[in-house]
């Protein structure tokens, strides 16, 4: 059964690459994820490729703009076939609750809608770099009250603040957390990481996992290992 909680980021410009890494893998051990880098190759038709595969699929575009143009561009994702889409929560509440008008959350064929906080990338230093003076924890708390009350799915967050969100939502909200690490990987340039078990343990919902898997030798152990692990924190 699709179960998994890792979504494997299938971050590649060539859609031979991304396929050659779907191929190691199987749709009841994880869920992909399509962002700009390889849409911008694949377009609609690798996504459907990948869902029909029994993939289930996050289109993860981050849509933000005037709420008209978010709306249509929400109605075009969820005709592929995915299973969550998501747009930044800073684009205002008028922009989540067009998104969320053109996706009906009582249609059983609609996508999870996930708004995005605070990207992972950014700290404290760049927030106040763009003339934002508050600090994440407030920032992420702020944004995820305007995804609760646009009636959205879940969020996009950092593991860290995971555990925040969960206090205050609990499963009307799930937490989708990029940032994730194995013990001993390189940070790159995600600045708010936690391990898989941290991250659950922390009230993540879904774990968002690129180089840690795409760049290792034997994707699928690792996977493997990662859910095995996270069966055990389930059942304490
Ligand atoms: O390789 P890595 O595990 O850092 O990949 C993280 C993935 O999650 C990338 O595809 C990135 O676009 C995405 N992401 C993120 N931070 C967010 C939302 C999505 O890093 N807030």
């Known amino acids: 059964m699709k179960t998994g909680r890792i979504i494997v980021a299938l971050d590649f410009s060539e859609v031979s690459n991304a396929l050659s890494l779907v191929k190691q893998l199987s749709p009841d051990s994880c869920a992909l994820k399509v962002g700009k880098e390889l849409f911008l190759c694949g377009g609609p038709r690798l996504v459907e490729d990948l869902a029909n595969k029994g993939y289930r699929v996050f289109l993860d575009l981050k849509f933000h703009d005037i709420p008209n143009t978010v709306s249509k561009a929400c109605i075009n994702a969820s005709r592929m076939g995915v299973w969550m889409l998501n747009v930044h929560a800073l684009g205002g509440l ?3 609750k067009a998104a969320r008008d053109a996706i009906p959350k009582d249609r059983p064929d609609s996508p ?10 950014m700290d404290d230093s760049d927030l106040e770099e763009i003339g934002i003076e508050k600090k994440i924890p407030y920032m992420v708390k702020k944004l995820s009250s305007f995804a609760k009350a646009s009636g959205f799915d879940g969020v996009v967050c950092s593991a860290r603040e995971a555990g925040q969100i969960a206090h205050d939502y609990g499963n009307s909200l799930i ?5 994730i690490r194995l013990d001993g990987d390189s940070k790159d340039e995600q600045k708010r990481v936690m391990t898989p ?4 343990r922390n009230g993540a919902s879904y774990l968002v996992m690129g180089r840690s898997i795409t760049q290792s030798r034997n994707p699928m152990a690792i996977i493997d290992k990662i859910n095995t692990d996270l069966l055990a924190v389930d059942n304490c």
């Open 94 to 96: 008028e922009m989540l």
């Open 112 to 121: 999870l809608l996930l708004a995005v906080t605070i990207l992972t990338s």
């Open 175 to 179: 937490r989708v957390t990029p940032g």
């Open 197 to 200: 078990t941290e991250a659950v």
